[in-house]
């Protein structure tokens, strides 16, 4: 995976697009390194939480336009689709995922932030999706995923004009959850993913995979789906120890995530 550097860390995996040169555009080759990593991440027992950023100046500064350009509609369907297969692997991790956008994220890189479950923003970070000065539209689950984030008329808006916002915008919008100062957005992420994996995984993983089941149905199955989740909690160590502890007034000890 010589374009994805992966470092685990105290329960935490930094995932780094790392192509500063090309300002980590998205091609074939990059793209599965990526997917490569996800899947790594996603098998190590000991990762709790995944970040992903990008080396140098950009998060993802898109798709590779050089490698697009001579596509014709069946080569750019299947692009397309490779894409968002990766992506919707990142969105699928049972583990939560971090963006740390330190820079440009455009086209496929605000893509790839929104297929995250948290996204934080340097201060010089830049969302946009400018695809449709390309002449095509959002190719890597764009058009989806940010209505679903944003609000459908604000995405709109976004996609139809190829206008860029700067990271105070994104967080006014709710693209983002927070905005840090520049060159700090990575250790803010460390810092937020520390506080997520000194929790009990089983029950953070039940409550992302309700989350993002229950965003797809309407209210009365997604209650039923986390009923679901609520209830095997149950069966598990942690919730034993942990409830006994409150009702003990003490501490309540390590968490053994089973």
């Given at each position: 995976m010589s374009n994805v550097l992966v470092e685990v860390n105290e329960n935490i995996a930094v995932i780094t697009i790392n192509k500063p040169e090309s300002l980590n555009a998205l091609n074939d080759q990059v793209l599965a390194d990526l997917s490569k990593a996800i899947d790594e991440v996603e098998n190590n027992e000991e990762a709790y939480v995944a970040i992903i950023t990008g080396a140098g100046k950009a998060f993802v500064a898109g798709a590779d336009i050089s490698q697009m350009k001579d596509f014709n509609a069946a080569q750019g369907k299947q692009f397309g689709r490779f894409g968002n297969d990766v992506f919707l692997k990142v969105e699928n991790m049972t583990k939560p995922v971090i963006a740390a956008v330190n820079g440009f994220a455009l086209g496929g890189g605000c893509e790839l932030a929104s297929a995250c479950d948290i996204r934080l923003a340097s201060e010089n970070a830049i969302f946009g999706q400018p695809e449709v000065g390309l002449g095509i539209t959002p190719g890597f689950g764009g058009t989806q995923r940010l209505a679903r984030?944003?609000?459908?008329?604000?995405?709109?808006?976004?996609?139809?004009?190829?206008?860029?916002?700067?990271?105070d915008e994104a967080l006014a919008i709710g693209l983002v959850s927070k905005v840090v100062p520049k060159g700090e957005v990575v250790d803010a992420a460390i810092e937020m993913a520390k506080a997520i994996a000194k929790n009990a995984q089983v029950a953070v993983r039940q409550s992302k995979a309700a989350i993002n089941a229950g965003m797809q149905t309407d209210i009365h199955t997604g209650t039923m789906i986390e009923a679901e989740a609520f209830g095997a909690c149950f069966a598990t160590e942690?919730?034993?120890m942990a409830m006994t502890a409150f009702v003990e007034k003490r501490k309540p000890e390590k968490f053994a995530n089973k």
């Open positions: 984030i944003v609000g459908m008329s604000k995405a709109k808006e976004l996609i139809f004009t190829a206008n860029n916002i700067k990271a942690d919730q034993k």
